[in-house]
Structure formats: structure tokens, C-alpha cells
């Protein structure tokens, strides 16, 4: 036999996992509602990514060496990546999700234009399973009605998943995020070269940051709070727009888009022989909101596991296999998430301890261990002595200002 494997979603998370499938000589379907998406999203990526998912350079359209800090009071911190190969990639979602469709179609991948609806999950649990979708590959919107049935499906189909709700993979709760694509006029685009910011404050989020980041030809201005917060997200985005309001004149506004973003696993991740990946599985990290590496390799390592519990794709494996992907991405993962976690609850509580994040931000130390994190996603453990030097750091800049009254 040869396996079959549906991946529902081409987002960066779906592409890898097809992509590692195809290579590995599964037969993989990889469907694709909109081939010209472009994911709402700051398009931030870490250095590591370019070397790990082996990306192109004209996928990064600007590398951000520094990042500005700005708290409620508008104190701002500098924090500069000193090393010369060292930087912040940031990326079109159009152009990086666009690459990563066609190079998984490339190795072998069968790219479907369709909008899968249904998803029959079979009585017998060796039986197929089966997927009815719309398929726009004439150009029609609405789509010609088909069926496919495969022995494996992932569900890489984003924060609004179907594929999990057909699982009854359970919610999660989750921030709602918006932002404006503002063309700014050539001397205040020439400021955000190589440089984005970061605002805290309860006037821009009162769960996160609201950030400025440099993309091609425009600045992606955005904030985001979480869902219960969701009737105030214009008007914090109007914070943003005020708190900047000097640095944006003239600019133009090209696009306005708002989106979802999970702030946790689902409850089931896997079920039976559906596994979902990304940002249908809830792989984004607090505070700092990245979704885009963990989507891809959350997807790619769920891949893996099909190859090797399928003995590269001559049997059908089962839940249980399946959910050994998922052990793996919590012992590889758990504790990132879990200090992101504390952080988010630490120091967005209050403008006091935001100010005290933004102080601790400009401890050299700090810095270093922050983007060694984020650039190579290894958290690489300082050695004792500048641990504790951080933490009395810590604790003292949220006690100057108050920030640890409840
Ligand atoms: C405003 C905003 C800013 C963000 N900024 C950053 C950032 O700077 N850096 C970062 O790392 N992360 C950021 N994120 C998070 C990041 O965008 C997501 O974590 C990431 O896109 C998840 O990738 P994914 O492949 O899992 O899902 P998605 O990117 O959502 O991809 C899902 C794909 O599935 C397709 N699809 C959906 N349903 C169906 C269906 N039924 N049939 C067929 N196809 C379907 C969609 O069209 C889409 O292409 C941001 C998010 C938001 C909302």
C-alpha cells in the first residue's frame, strides 16, 4: 500500500508538513482554499528559521537588527543585535506561504484549489476517511462539489479549523489581533529601515504589545487583546496610531485586517487519524504572539512521525503513534511555553510592571539571552552567576515601580 495524506491548509504549517510528506514518497493531497492568501499577520520570523526551512533570500524582505521598547510612559529602550549575520526576518505572508505551497507542490505534493467543508470520520478505524470539498480550480468561488478519501488527514486549516471541530478537538481561548499596512512617505519609511517597536501600555493592549514593523514597501501597525477585550481592539488600535502618530504622518493605509490567534493547545490535538498542527492546534506562544516557526515545525514533526510510525508509508498508523508527535512538541517545547506564559502574567498586569519590563529590557544581559531564544529557539541557559544577576534585577525593577501590589 501507499499512504494517503490530506493536509487541509497551505499556511506555512500545512506546506511543511506536506512538503516533508511528499519527499518521503506518501501521497499527499495538500488543499488550499485561496492560493493568493495573505494571512493577516506581522510576518516576523526568527533567524532560524531561513537556515531550517532552508528559505530563499528574497523571502526576507527587510532584516531588523534593532527593536525599540516603548513603555506607558513612553521611556524608550534601544536593544541592538550586535553580531554581524544576526537579524529579525520579516516577511509578506503572501510571499513566504506562496513559496513554501510550491516548493511542497514540487516534490510531489497534488495541490488542490478546494475548500474542504465535511470531513466523514469512518466507523471502522482502518477505514478511510472521507473529504467533501468545493473545488475552485475552474475559477469559480463557489466551486465544483468532489470527494477524496485518504487514510491519514492533518488539520492545517488556521485558527478557525474545521478539521478540529469535526474531531471534537475542543476550543481554545483566544486574542483577537488587528492591523493596518500603512505606506509611509520615503524619509519616515527611511526611520523604520531596519527597525521595529514594540509599545506596552494599557492605552495600545491591555493583555500585550502593540507593535510597528517594517515590510517591504509599508509598516504593519497593529495591536492585539484578548477576545474578552475584543469591542475595545479599535480603539486600542487608535492608541497605537496616536502613540506613534509623529513617525506615521503622511502614510498611507493600504489594507486593514483582523484575525484570531490562539492562546493555547486544544484540549485534543489528535484523534483517531486526524492530527492538527499550527495554529488549528494552538502552537502560538504567549507574549510574544509568534506563530509562524512553531506552525511550520510543529507541522513538519507531525509529518516525521507519520514517515516513521507508517514505515515510510507501507501501513496505516494509529492514534496512538500519532500522538507520539505531540509528545515529542511538549517535551521540545513545554517550557518555552510555560516561561512565555508567566512572563504574559508577570508583566502585562499593569502600566507598573510594563515599565518595569521596559526597564529590564535594557540589562545588556537580558537582551542577549531574549534574542538567543528567539533567533535559535534553544533556550541556552546563562551560566549562574548572570542568572541571578537578572532575576534580582527582576524582582527589583517590579518592586520600584509598585508593580508587585496585587
Ligand atoms: C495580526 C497578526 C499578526 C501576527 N504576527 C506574527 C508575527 O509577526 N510573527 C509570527 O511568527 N506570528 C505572527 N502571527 C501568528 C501567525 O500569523 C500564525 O501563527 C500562523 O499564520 C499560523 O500558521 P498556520 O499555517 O498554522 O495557519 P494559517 O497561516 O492561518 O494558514 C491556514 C491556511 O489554511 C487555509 N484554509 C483554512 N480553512 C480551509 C479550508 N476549510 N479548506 C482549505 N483551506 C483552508 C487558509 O486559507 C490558510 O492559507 C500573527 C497573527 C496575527 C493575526
Known sequence: MVLRVAVVGSGPAGSSAAETLAKAGIETFLFERKLDNA???????????????????????RKVRNMKMISPSNVEVDINITKPDEYIGMCRREVLDGFLRDRAAKFGAKLINGTVHQLDIPSKNTDPYTLHYADHSSGSLEGEAK???????????????????????????????????IRLPEDKMAYY???????VGDDVSTDFYAWVFPKYDHVAVGTGTMKVHKATIKQLQAGIRT??????????????????????????????R??????????????????????????????????????????????EELKIY???????????????????????RSNATREAFVEMCSDKDVQKLTFDSYLYKTVVPANPLIQMKITAKTIGSLLRGHALAP
Not at 148 to 161: E, K, T, W
Not at 278 to 293: H, L, M, N, P, Q
Not at 332 to 346: A, E, P
Open 274 to 319: 486526524v492530527a492538527l498542527v499550527g495554529d488549528a492546534a494552538g502552537t502560538v506562544t504567549k507574549s510574544s504572539g509568534e506563530g509562524i516557526y512553531f506552525a511550520a515545525k510543529s507541522a513538519r514533526m507531525c509529518a516525521e512521525a507519520i514517515i516513521e510510525f507508517s514505515n515510510q508509508g507501507t501501513r496505516i498508523p494509529t492514534e
Open 39 to 61: 494571512k493577516p499577520c506581522g510576518g516576523a520570523i526568527p533567524m532560524c528559521m531561513v537556515s531550517e526551512f532552508d528559505l530563499p533570500p528574497h523571502i526576507i524582505d
Open 326 to 348: 505531540i509528545k515529542r512538541w511538549d517535551r521540545k517545547y513545554g517550557l518555552t511555553y510555560k516561561v512565555l506564559d508567566i512572563l504574559q502574567t508577570v508583566f502585562y
Open 193 to 199: 529601515e531596519n527597525l521595529a517597536e514594540m509599545y
Open 147 to 181: 470527494t477524496l478519501q485518504v487514510d491519514v488527514v492533518i488539520g492545517a486549516d488556521g485558527a478557525n479549523s474545521r478539521i478540529a471541530k469535526a474531531i471534537d478537538a475542543g476550543d481554545y481561548n483566544y486574542a483577537i489581533a488587528f492591523q493596518e499596512r
Open 243 to 272: 502613540r506613534a502618530a509623529k513617525k506615521l504622518a503622511g502614510g498611507e493605509i493600504i489594507k486593514v485586517e483582523a484575525h484570531p490567534i490562539p492562546e493555547h493547545p486544544r484540549p485534543r490535538r489528535v484523534v483517531g
